[in-house]
């Protein structure tokens, strides 16, 4: 369950909104470590994207090392870029 209360708009004064997340576990075990490690997967993904992109902006010889760069890189969702 997310709790995005504050008030008026969800907003809690100059600070923003906070958000509550419940899990209830053992069942929700799964979510609840997803939500745990979710910002350590997004700067592992932001990683690999930026050494994707230095390989192609600075080059590398072999073709299918291009060529897999650019797959990966189109199988990162824009938004777990913007971290």
Do not use: S, Y
Not at 40 to 67: F, Q, S, V, Y
């Amino acid at each position: 369950m997310v709790d995005a209360g504050g008030g008026k708009g969800g907003r809690t004064g100059e600070r923003g909104v906070k958000a509550t997340l419940t899990f209830t576990l053992p069942d929700d075990q799964g979510e609840f470590d997803a939500a745990l490690l979710g910002r350590e997967a997004l700067t592992a993904l932001w990683e690999i994207e930026n050494h994707c992109r230095a390989i192609l902006k600075h080059g590398d010889p072999r073709e299918d090392m291009r060529e897999l760069c650019e797959m990966i890189r189109a199988m990162i969702p824009p938004m777990c870029l913007q971290v």
